[in-house]
T-cell receptor
């Protein structure tokens, strides 16, 4: 079983749509959780950290379910500029982060 | 506001040639990392460093060497390049986080695109 698994997509949605990405992780000792965004031929950049209580940043909402070892990202009112690959990232104390392979989103007008 | 800077941005090598990729960060981060990214494979950790003078192997270290002689620099070396090392290489850095792991955020350089013919 891979450490961090994501549906690769692509997810093709119209502007204004709501889209959700899911991610599962295998190590129950994982302590940190993030979503990164990567644009085509660019470096990954932090989108948001994910907290146990769930957290929201504008149109983006992240949820963590430790019991099911499951992380989600919800994007509301999708914009053309949201088109990118979204990386689910998990870390344990004192070790490097583990990156999922990413989910590709394409938002069209 | 440089952040993490990688040089060179592009390079073409012949099989058997050697080269060094340089990563420099100006954020006083303790930790630095080298990843490679290949289509369908995601980011894979090559080597990392938790401080000046220390390095450790990641998931795919074979064929690479690293050095961290100064805190701000992390060098990745290919002694004898092979076509399988054609990839995009990313360097990243982060603070040393002893407590709240939610602060363990990595900042990436713009990448080096390497082709080995």
């Amino acid at each position: 079983r891979k450490e961090v698994e994501q549906d690769p997509g692509p997810f093709n949605v119209p502007e204004g749509a709501t889209v959700a990405f899911n991610c599962t992780y295998s190590n129950s000792a994982s302590q940190s959780f993030f979503w990164y965004r990567q644009d085509c031929r660019k470096e990954p950049k932090l989108l948001m950290s994910v907290y146990s209580s769930g957290n929201e940043d504008g149109r983006f909402t992240a949820q963590l379910n430790r019991a099911s070892q499951y992380i989600s990202l919800l994007i509301r009112d999708s914009k053309l500029s949201d088109s990118a690959t979204y990386l689910c990232v998990v870390g344990q104390a004192g070790t490097a982060l583990i990156f999922g392979k990413g989910t590709t989103l394409s938002v069209s007008s | 506001n440089a952040g993490v800077t990688q040089t060179p941005k592009f390079r073409v090598l012949k099989t058997g040639q050697s080269m060094t990729l340089l990563c420099a960060q100006d954020m006083n981060h303790e930790y630095m990392y080298w990843y490679r990214q290949d289509p369908g494979m995601g980011l894979r950790l090559i080597h990392y460093s938790v401080g000046e003078g220390t390095t450790a192997k990641g998931e795919v270290p074979d064929g690479y060497n690293v050095s961290r002689l100064k805190k701000q620099n992390f060098l990745l070396g290919l002694e004898s390049a092979a076509p399988s090392q054609t990839s995009v290489y990313f360097c990243a850095s982060s603070y040393r986080v002893a407590g709240d792991q939610a602060k363990n955020i990595q900042y990436f350089g713009a990448g080096t695109r390497l082709s080995v013919l």
